[in-house]
């Protein structure tokens, strides 16, 4: 076989041999030529007359002729069609090869999308921005990634991610993805010739949720690691000296392991829709997983989904690695889920805990401060976490005074309305507001509009749920007219990580969150380096710690040896959140919690999470 016909079965996936079989059988014609089979494979894969007659030293005239009067007559009748329909077109041609009813496509790609499932590896956009250029390139490389036209697809979104930065300021991170997944790809035999294995992960975000904007902080963790871990390995092959790099390369570089590999990402979107009767994206991901080698999952955002999903994943010896879910039911899980499942972020009774004690000493008075509760009943996650900081506030029982609560924060916001009423009449002091992960639609625009009501000057202290830029743009509104020393409101959340913190923040002496924050800075902007970010990228760096440990090549292998390494002999591996190390049901020992309070920022003259 000549080595055109390789590449275009091994960068297209079609039966190029059945296709130039078919064309010399036609109407029994002679058997083309070296030259006719160059000519065809090389126009498939996207090089030009001139190009082709360069390859081949010959004049482009002749390469012309070839075309004209021998390969699309031939072309236009096994596809019935007229020859004007289809000369000089090869995109049309190629989706002809690539219809899947016309037999010449190999191992046809598994169906990323259907009415309960929406996956991507650069086929499809979940974050739209709202400029309508950036987004013609986007669909544009969609259109040549789903035929398989990698370096085209590459293109389109290196321009789209180059537009959001000049014209945001920041990088979009599913563009930055794609980026990745188009060159690996489009090198993906020499990729293997240099003896670079390449990994498959998927990661599970909730793009309904907050207009996206939590899919888009998570996603940021994941398209930074795959970014650092790639770039070693597109040097290795050379890469840069073909396409250049510069565009996404940061100006800060880190080696985060010494095995070379490249990592590809599938993007799903989590519905993150509370009343499905079973997490259908789970069950059609798992039965998906070996068509696509994933390795691992990333994943679920809310609690719910995370316990619908663990079943569907275990069943099919897939290590789960969650960044997010903090419900205290994930806890307790059977033997078998526990095996697949590595929880990142901090458990609601180690933050709540946190919270409470915190609560406690900022207490000066000995009169017992009033409490008001304000929860979603039908989320698991947010009931837990009311279990937990109530327990904890009532071992400081001279001290708190808890009055009514109110566990309908997911109602209409006129429902709250006279709750909100009665705490005022009532001389409440702290407001713990613990909006659900996105499950229901209304709960964290209705934490938003409370803590915006300037109820008795009490303080507001929120989950992790909570810490979100809405908050900011609330205030913002509401101070924009009144001066910023009127605002006498306290608002407080407890999170698992901030990037000024001072054990592993940008400033600490962990050189591992050192890089995270001066990379995350350059492609995303601090004031998007967030706790959903850098879990998600820790996420991904204990899955490559055990890859390099190890030399993992399937899921099975790496659920076997994450649960040895971790579980079986308690061995740490240092991230970016700190030291992260595993009970034997998957939780994380000693997680990380920090406060941090709204502030208003003179420098930047904004409102700002900060320590």
């Not at 993906?188 to 003896?195: R, T, V, W």
């Not at 033997?335 to 946190?354: C, H, M």
């Not at 939780?587 to 920022?601: G, S, T, Y």
Request: aromatic content about 10%; some cysteine.
């Amino acid at each position: 076989m000549c080595q055109s016909c390789q590449q275009v079965i091994e960068k297209l996936a079609i039966n190029i041999e059945l296709f130039l079989q078919n064309l010399e059988t036609l109407a029994n014609k002679r058997k083309l030529s070296e030259l006719e089979r160059l000519i065809i494979c090389h126009s498939l894969l996207g090089f030009s007359r001139q190009e082709i007659a360069h390859i081949v030293k010959l004049p482009p005239q002749q390469i012309r002729d070839q075309l004209t009067k021998n390969i699309y007559p031939r072309i236009a009748e096994l596809m019935g069609v007229d020859q004007e329909d289809i000369a000089g077109n090869w995109v049309k041609i190629l989706n002809f090869l690539l219809n899947p009813q016309k037999g010449y496509k190999l191992n046809p790609a598994p169906q990323l999308n259907s009415d309960n499932f929406q996956g991507s590896f650069g086929r499809q956009i979940f974050i739209y921005p709202p400029n309508q250029e950036i987004v013609k390139s986007q669909i544009e490389g969609t259109h040549f990634y789903q035929q398989g036209l990698y370096y085209q697809a590459f293109h389109c979104f290196l321009m789209a991610w180059n537009q959001e930065l000049k014209i945001y300021g920041i990088g979009n991170p599913e563009v930055l993805i794609y980026i990745n997944n188009c060159l690996i790809e489009y090198k993906k035999s020499l990729l293997h010739e240099k003896g670079i294995k390449i990994y498959t992960l998927a990661v599970v975000v909730p793009f309904y949720h907050n207009q996206g904007h939590v899919a888009a902080e998570i996603l940021r963790g994941i398209a930074q690691i795959q970014l650092q871990v790639n770039l070693p390995s597109f040097e290795k092959i050379s890469l840069g000296t073909e396409i250049n790099l510069d565009d996404i390369r940061p100006n800060i570089s880190w080696t985060l392991i010494c095995s070379q590999i490249a990592l590809q990402i599938l993007i799903v979107n989590d519905p993150n829709n509370l009343y499905t009767p079973y997490n259908q994206t789970a069950e059609k991901l798992a039965d998906l997983a070996p068509q696509l080698n994933l390795i691992a999952i990333i994943g679920h955002y809310s609690s719910e989904m995370t316990k619908n999903a663990l079943h569907f994943y275990a069943r099919k010896g897939l290590i789960l690695v969650n960044s997010s879910s903090t419900s205290n039911e994930l806890s307790n899980l059977s033997v078998g889920e526990s095996l697949s499942f590595f929880r990142l972020t901090t458990q609601d009774s180690i933050n709540a805990k946190k919270l409470a004690d915190y609560l406690n000493q900022k207490i000066s008075s000995q009169i017992p401060k009033k409490v008001a509760i304000i929860y979603n009943q039908n989320s698991t996650y947010s009931t837990s976490y009311r279990n937990s900081i109530k327990k904890y506030l009532e071992e400081y029982k001279e001290r708190f005074v808890f009055i009514e609560e109110c566990s309908y924060i997911s109602e209409n916001f006129y429902k709250l309305q006279k709750y909100i009423k009665d705490i005022r009449q009532d001389e409440v002091d702290i407001i713990i507001i613990i909006p659900d992960g996105g499950i229901e639609p209304l709960s964290l625009d209705n934490a938003g509009l409370i803590s915006r009501l300037n109820i008795n000057n009490c303080l507001i202290a929120g989950s992790a749920t909570f810490y979100h830029d809405n908050v900011l743009h609330w205030i913002h509104e509401q101070n924009q007219y009144n001066s910023i020393n009127e605002n006498k409101r306290q608002i407080i959340a407890c999170i698992p990580w901030h990037w000024h913190s001072q054990e592993n923040g940008c400033e600490s002496s962990n050189s591992i969150a050192q890089s995270f924050c001066q990379i995350g800075a350059q492609l995303w902007g601090t004031e998007n380096l967030t706790w959903r970010g850098a879990t998600a990228f820790d996420s991904v760096l204990i899955i490559l710690k055990i890859i390099e440990e190890y030399h993992s090549k399937v899921n099975e292998s790496l659920l076997t040896h994450m649960n040895q390494y971790f579980k079986e002999k308690r061995k740490h591996v240092k991230g970016v959140t700190g030291v992260i190390e595993f009970d034997r049901n998957g939780d994380r020992l000693n997680p990380p919690a920090e406060i941090v309070a709204v502030k208003w920022d003179e420098k930047q003259q904004k409102w700002q999470w900060k320590i």
